[in-house]
């Protein structure tokens, strides 16, 4: 087969929760641990960083693996979901993963893991475990899929665990309380391996502590520990935040570029710093200029995109994933500090989301254009309307993403903001990405 006809076989013999949702998605160890034994214990070769959480966790995945690129080191990066294509998935030192490598992954695989009928995602995951032992990584950086307890990336014993945040995001499966979705994160959480906690949340603070203690894990609040501030208010079309950083209250890092625009990515950033340290007590040289390079070049490091980024300038033109009631609470108040005569605001979303709360925090100023992403999984673009009418929100029906952008740009004046998001699936159909 070619590699396009090995992706339309992969996606019609194996549920995909990106696209489906919940049918995709199958919760327990059992089918990952039974690939990683055909395939040998690839997973067992190289030493990994393990990053789980609501929000962040991507953003922090692509940090670290930025800057251990820069520090040198031969890197693997497995993140999900593609925005654009497949390969995205599966990086070493910012390179996708070679589509023949599929091809023949597929061709050799597929006969012993047919008995054992995984899912899309834990096909990719032993995939992604092959490809790194393959490829003799110095180590690879994992994001969790979904939840972390009965998440496939979970047979790993890594380094160090990173947890972003918490957030209410997939409630049908991780639980409907803040403690119930922590303690699905919580499960990475391996005996004796230190874990990272980037914010401190009153609500979940003790499910982490508690688990950690269980586990004879060392753990750390990086945000107790690591201090973010702008040196200058940021121009709204600047995609660069100068920050400076202290350190239990000591000086630590001056005029720090961090090429990742969001507020929300400070939040982020603690996290990553301490999960750097935790590296270095284990041996890794990480130089501060590597530090430095990796946060400022992240997008030419690891290839990341669709966090904050502008995307055309007069009108401000703006996308980004989040896609949940945390994600949107960020963006909202960094729309809202955009000097603009109109926000135009382009929004599909997918149908297993708790749309009524993030609609509650749109702005209801905005002109919005209702589109619907081509993945079975989202919310119809009238019914996105409608609901969204209900709590003030107007504007017009568009159908595709595609014709829902051009639009917002065209009714969009030169001092005018256009915003695109919602979902990850949305910002995945803009051109320019």
């Not at 570029?257 to 507020?263: C, K, P, Q, V, Y």
């Not at 980024?309 to 989040?322: F, S």
Request: glycine share 8%.
């Amino acid at each position: 087969m070619t590699y396009r006809e090995t992706l339309d076989f992969l996606y019609q013999q194996l549920p995909m929760f990106q696209r489906v949702g919940e049918a995709g998605y199958k919760p327990g160890l059992g089918n990952t641990e039974a690939l990683a034994e055909l395939t040998g214990h690839p997973e067992r070769t190289f030493r990994s960083v393990h990053v789980a959480g609501t929000n962040g966790k991507g953003s922090s995945s692509n940090l670290i693996a930025a800057v251990l690129q820069a520090a040198g080191y031969k890197v693997g990066l497995y993140t999900s979901p593609h925005l654009r294509e497949f390969t995205e998935r599966i990086k070493v030192n910012g390179q996708d993963l070679e589509p023949q490598y599929l091809v023949e992954w597929v061709a050799r695989w597929w006969p012993q893991f047919e008995q054992v009928q995984p899912s899309f995602f834990e096909m990719c995951v032993a995939l992604c475990f092959c490809y790194f032992a393959e490829q003799q990584v110095d180590v690879a950086v994992i994001e969790v899929g979904l939840g972390g307890r009965l998440d496939s990336t979970n047979i790993i014993r890594p380094l160090v665990s990173l947890i972003t945040n918490i957030s209410f995001d997939h409630q049908n499966l991780l639980g409907n309380t803040l403690p119930q979705i922590a303690s699905e994160k919580a499960g990475i959480i391996k005996p004796g391996v230190p874990v990272i906690i980037s914010q401190t949340q009153p609500e979940v603070k003790a499910v982490f502590k508690d688990k950690a203690a269980a586990e004879q894990a060392p753990i750390r609040f990086a945000d107790q520990h690591y201090h973010m501030e702008p040196v200058r208010p940021a121009a709204p079309d600047e995609e660069v935040q100068l920050l400076r950083v202290t350190h239990d209250g000591a000086h630590y890092l001056d005029n720090l570029e961090l090429a990742l625009a969001g507020d929300y990515q400070r939040l982020n950033l603690a996290g990553v710093l301490a999960t750097l340290e935790e590296l270095r007590q284990l041996g890794f040289v990480i130089p501060e200029e590597a530090v430095r390079t990796g946060l400022r070049e992240v997008r030419q490091l690891t290839g990341f995109r669709g966090r904050w980024t502008i995307l055309g300038r007069r009108p401000l033109v703006v996308c980004d994933t989040g896609h949940n009631e945390a994600g949107i609470r960020f963006l909202t108040g960094q729309l809202a500090r955009l000097p603009y005569r109109r926000l135009h605001f382009v929004l599909g979303v997918v149908n297993d989301k708790d749309v009524s709360k993030m609609l509650g925090l749109l702005p209801r100023e905005a002109t919005y254009y209702f589109c619907q992403a081509t993945i079975p999984r989202a919310l119809p673009g009238e019914e996105l309307a409608a609901r969204a009418a209900a709590v003030g929100l107007q504007g017009e029906v568009y159908g595709p993403v595609a014709t829902a952008v051009a639009a917002a740009r065209a009714a969009a004046a030169p001092d005018d903001v256009v915003f695109i998001g919602g979902s990850t699936f949305v910002v995945a159909e803009l051109e320019e990405l």
